[in-house]
């Protein structure tokens, strides 16, 4: 029978050593993208692993980037191009699959300025986010997520209407705060295995319809004690269960019910829900 000799053992054994406790180094970039005469922007930002912050500034710039992030394990783009009246930024990070390696380092820093109307695209995998979109003239945002957990808030109004607010949460742990100043005419929630809350405190103006779809998931909603709402919606499930907690409401046709003050006030939400074998809570607040 063929042995190996000692000191090849321990060769072997210093080499597979060094091979796992070599950390792979870090590197930071930094850019800034400039706006090039580009009147209204198409921002779309697509980050497989990792952390994002993003908030904005009053700046001439359109985008400020600082990522840092492992480059044996991590790959990034940051693409902008210009057509007609319209700049495009594009913004990629994505997981290469390396043998041997440390834990792989991919934080993401955007700035994004307040001077210019924004679409927003956000494709987020497994991410830890944090986000302040408040005072972003955003005309329209799509959010679809998968593992993520974090924050978003909408800290003060968008000073433009915002035609659609499109989320789709996989298995998100996801908070949203000071929705009614996102400005939406139209929203849409739809959560697989996600345990989220919606909180539409903030400057409400006029109607806004708000569609949320709960898989196996749980929602919490949160709305400002005194704003006029209409709910619509089965809330007796068999595999599913809607609560109202704190309101006064009149269930005014077959699975419709709303505030007393709904029928004569200007600015006022009308929620529609559906549930398959999740849940929905929804709270009336200070």
């Not at 998968?146 to 035609?163: K, L």
């Not at 929602?219 to 709910?231: C, Q």
């Not at 004569?264 to 200070?286: H, N, P, Q, T």
């Amino acid at each position: 029978m063929r042995t190996f000799k000692p000191i090849m053992i321990v060769l072997l054994l210093v080499g597979a050593m060094t091979v796992t406790s070599a950390a792979d180094p870090i590197e930071h970039v930094s850019k800034t993208v400039d706006a090039e005469g580009a009147e209204q922007i198409d921002l779309d930002i697509e980050i497989g692993a990792g952390v994002l912050y993003i908030h904005k500034a009053d700046m001439s710039e359109l985008a400020k980037v600082e990522i840092d992030y492992t480059p044996r394990t991590v790959s990034y783009d940051v693409d902008y191009s210009v057509r007609g009246k319209t700049g495009s930024l594009y913004l990629e990070s994505t997981q290469r699959r390396k043998r041997g390696s440390s834990d792989s380092e991919n934080e993401w820093d955007i700035v994004l300025s307040n001077r210019l109307p924004l679409a927003i695209q956000l494709d987020i995998g497994a991410c830890e986010i944090e986000m302040d979109l408040g005072g972003l003239r955003i005309s329209n945002l799509s959010l679809d997520v998968g593992a993520t957990s974090g924050e978003i808030d909408f800290s003060e109004p968008n000073p433009i209407q915002m035609r659609e607010l499109d989320i789709d949460a996989g298995a998100s742990s996801l908070e949203l705060y000071n929705l009614a100043n996102a400005n939406f005419e139209f929203m849409k929630f739809s959560g697989g295995a996600a345990s989220c809350e919606l909180d539409f405190h903030g400057e409400l103006k006029g109607q806004k319809e708000v569609d949320l779809e709960v898989g196996v998931g749980s929602l919490d909603v949160i709305i400002p004690r005194g704003v006029a709402v209409r709910f619509e919606g089965d809330a007796d499930g068999w595999f599913s269960s809607v609560d109202f907690h704190g309101f006064d409401l009149e269930e005014v046709d077959d699975e419709v019910w709303e505030t007393e003050n709904f029928d004569d006030a200007k600015d006022r939400l009308i929620i529609k829900f559906e549930v398959a074998m999740g849940s929905i809570d929804l709270y009336s607040r200070r």
